[in-house]
C-alpha cells in the first residue's frame, strides 16, 4: 500500500531585514583581519565577524527600520549621521530605541576603527599629555584595563579630552558609560556612568529609582520636554571629547575569551591600539 508523502515545510532562513533606503551601512575599517594565523591578533576570524561584521550590520539595519518613514510620512532621523541622531535623541525618551541603536552603532564603530594589526608606538606630543594627566602610561593602562575587567554589566570604557586646556597640555580623564550609553557632553543625559540593574535593584523602590533617574536626566529636573533651546552641558559639567574605548560587551570578547576572559581580552586590547589615529583624534601635531 503506498502511502502519501508528507511535505514537509520549508522554514525560511532567518536575514536581516533591510530597509528599502538603507542609509546606515558597515563602514570600512583600518584594521583587517589577518589571514596569516600564525601574527599576533586580537581576535579570531570567527570573534572579529561575530563582534564586527554581523553585530554591527544587525544594529545597523535595525536602526534603518527605526528611521525610515512610511510612505507619504516624514522620519526627522531619516538620512542623518549617528552622531547627529544619538545627540538629538539623547533627551527624549520616547526616542529612547532610536537613541540606543545609534549610540551602539557609533560606540560599536569607534571602538573598532581603533585597532590597528600590530603595535602602535604613542606619538610624543599626545604621550607627553597623557603622562601629565595619569602620571605616566602604565597608570594609564591600568586604569582603562582594570576598569574594563571590573564592570559588571556591558558597556564601554573611554578616554576622553578635555576640550578646554590649562597649562598649555591638554587634558584627560577616563570614564565609562553603560550600555549604549554616550559619552558626549551634548548626550549627557545618556551616558549612563552607572549600571541601573546594579545599582538600584529590582525592588519596587529601586524600579522608581531607576525611572526618577531617567525621567531627570532626559527632562532635568522641571519635568519639562526638552526644546530645541537645550543645554548643551549639565549644570557644572565639562566639556570632553572621546578619542579611544574599550567594549565590554558580552559578544565582543566571549567567542575568543570566554565567560572568565575578559581581563585577557583588555590587556590583549591595550597592544592592538592605533594611537597615531587617537593623536588625529585628538587633533594633536605628531
Not at 584595563?145 to 584627560?172: D, N
Not at 558580552?250 to 589615529?277: S, T
Amino acid at each position: 500500500m503506498l502511502r502519501p508523502r508528507l511535505r514537509i515545510p520549508r522554514v525560511p532562513r532567518l536575514g536581516l531585514v533591510r530597509s528599502p533606503r538603507s542609509y546606515h551601512t558597515i563602514p570600512e575599517l583600518q584594521y583587517v583581519w589577518k589571514e596569516d594565523d600564525k601574527s599576533p591578533q586580537l581576535f579570531t576570524r570567527f570573534g572579529f565577524d561575530h563582534a564586527w561584521t554581523q553585530y554591527q550590520s544587525f544594529i545597523l539595519n535595525k536602526l534603518n527600520q527605526l528611521t525610515t518613514a512610511e510612505p507619504g510620512q516624514k522620519n526627522k532621523w531619516e538620512g542623518k549621521e549617528l552622531k547627529e541622531i544619538l545627540l538629538g535623541t539623547a533627551r527624549d525618551p520616547e526616542s529612547a530605541t532610536i537613541f540606543n541603536h545609534a549610540s551602539m552603532a557609533h560606540n560599536n564603530h569607534f571602538f573598532f576603527k581603533h585597532l590597528a594589526d600590530m603595535t602602535i608606538e604613542i606619538p610624543n606630543s599626545l604621550r607627553t599629555d597623557l603622562e601629565t594627566s595619569f602620571g605616566s602610561i602604565e597608570t594609564l593602562r591600568q586604569q582603562m584595563v582594570y576598569t574594563a575587567a571590573a564592570m559588571f554589566g556591558p558597556g564601554f570604557v573611554w578616554l576622553v579630552k578635555h576640550q578646554k586646556h590649562s597649562g598649555g597640555f591638554a587634558s584627560y580623564k577616563v570614564l565609562t558609560t553603560y550600555l549604549a550609553g554616550s559619552p558626549y557632553s551634548g548626550a549627557h543625559w545618556r551616558r549612563q556612568e552607572v549600571d541601573l540593574n546594579t545599582a538600584v535593584g529590582s525592588t519596587e523602590k529601586g524600579i522608581q529609582t531607576a525611572r526618577k533617574y531617567l525621567e531627570d536626566t532626559a527632562y532635568g529636573s522641571t519635568g519639562k520636554q526638552p526644546s530645541d533651546n537645550r543645554m548643551k552641558l549639565a549644570p557644572g559639567g565639562i566639556d570632553v571629547m572621546p578619542v579611544l574605548c574599550i567594549n565590554t560587551w558580552e559578544h565582543v570578547y566571549l567567542p575568543d575569551y570566554g565567560i572568565a576572559g575578559k581581563l585577557q581580552f583588555a590587556e590583549k586590547w591595550w597592544e592592538f591600539i592605533n594611537w597615531e589615529l587617537v593623536a588625529e583624534e585628538a587633533k594633536i601635531k605628531k
